[in-house]
């Protein structure tokens, strides 16, 4: 029996036309400064390309999600200048190195929210402190099952950290997904955000990375943070041009992978001892709760051993499922008949 992965969209391979394009581009070393670029064209072209896709002045590329976030945080905050983050934002529940005191030392202020969005009064409370350097979103919201914050709730936001003078940063790790399931394109979306990371190594299908957009200013000095953390990178064009080929050729086609996580949450919703707030799930991950005997890490291994389906671990009482360009129609609807089956069993 086929296994059906649905851990992460980290796992989706590029294609035989990007892997043919990254063989024809012409590279240099990065590291070396041509005016405000490296010379490596390549990436010089991705970077313009992104940015403009954005409606940005500029983009920088980076090998990771990660490494982006902490890059823009670093580069707005010194150590101990205080950031505006989530107890389940990914920044801070998963990557960890921003807040941490022994690497970047910026100090973590957790703030309730709903789906993503900030609780505006609690949120003007404390920038009215007046000593909030940055305000950082996540769009679409891993931890809360890949939701969306609108446009509508991102000017509220943006309006409050104007007023006050704080910056602001979106981890837009999923961000096509999230333009895509509201109809608007990314530059629409992130319009006035002072900085945004997208990760190209998920639903864009390109193997490594991630890039920055932000006024030239910001990337210039992101630029020189990325070197401090090690991320300069030589021929860095063959991953970059993979990027800008996945932004131009593959983004559009995140649209198929909401609307299969969509069916498939809808499919599985009513099957025994799970539950799925259908009202989280817009775009390509779908959170199941789970109330029967099996708890979290047995319930994976259960499911996969006994169904062939792979799913990704949230907590004992959660599990993650997600779409991907290597996730057909098919493979929906047959994962739905196992997954609606292995609840029945257990
Ligand atoms: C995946 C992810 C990242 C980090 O990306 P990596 O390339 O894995 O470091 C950051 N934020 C969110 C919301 C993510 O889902």
Request: hydrophobic share 40%; with cysteine; net charge negative.
């Amino acid at each position: 029996m086929k296994t059906i992965d649905l851990r992460s969209d980290t796992v989706t391979l590029p294609t035989r036309e990007m892997l043919e394009y990254m063989i024809s581009v012409p590279l240099g070393d990065d590291g070396r400064a041509k005016g405000s670029k490296g010379e490596d064209p390549t990436a010089a072209e991705a970077e313009a390309y992104v940015a403009k896709v954005f409606g940005k002045e500029d983009a920088l590329y980076v090998p990771s999600g990660s490494m982006g976030n902490m890059v823009c945080v670093a580069t707005h905050c010194k150590r101990g200048e205080k950031a505006v983050t989530a107890v389940n934002m990914h920044m801070y529940k998963a990557e960890k190195g921003i807040f941490s005191p022994d690497l970047c030392g910026i100090v973590p202020v957790c703030l309730p929210h709903t789906k993503g969005v900030y609780d505006l009064k609690e949120l003007e409370k404390t920038l009215k402190g007046g000593d909030i350097k940055l305000v950082c979103l996540e769009n679409t919201y891993n931890f809360e099952g890949g939701c969306v914050i609108s446009r509508e709730d991102i000017e509220k936001i943006l309006k409050l950290c104007k007023q006050y003078g704080a910056a602001t940063h979106m981890d837009g790790a999923r961000v096509f997904n999230a333009a895509s399931a509201l109809g608007i394109s990314v530059a629409e979306l992130t319009e006035g955000v002072d900085s945004v990371q997208f990760c190209v190594s998920k639903g864009l299908s390109a193997p490594i990375g991630s890039f920055l957009v932000g006024s030239r200013e910001f990337i210039e000095k992101a630029r020189a943070t990325r070197k401090l953390m090690g991320g300069q990178l030589r021929q860095v064009g063959l991953l970059a041009g993979a990027g800008m080929y996945a932004v131009q050729h593959l983004s559009e086609r995140v649209a198929h992978d909401n609307a299969r996580a969509r069916k498939l949450a809808e499919g599985i919703q009513d099957a025994k001892d799970i539950s799925i707030d259908l009202s989280t799930v817009q775009t390509n991950i779908v959170k199941v709760d789970l109330h029967g005997a099996l708890k979290g890490k047995d319930w994976l291994r259960a499911l996969e051993e006994e169904a062939h389906v792979r799913a990704h671990y949230i907590t004992d009482d959660s599990i993650r499922l997600v779409t991907y360009r290597g996730i057909s129609d098919e493979d929906i609807d047959e994962a739905i008949v196992r997954i609606r089956n292995f609840c029945a069993a257990h």
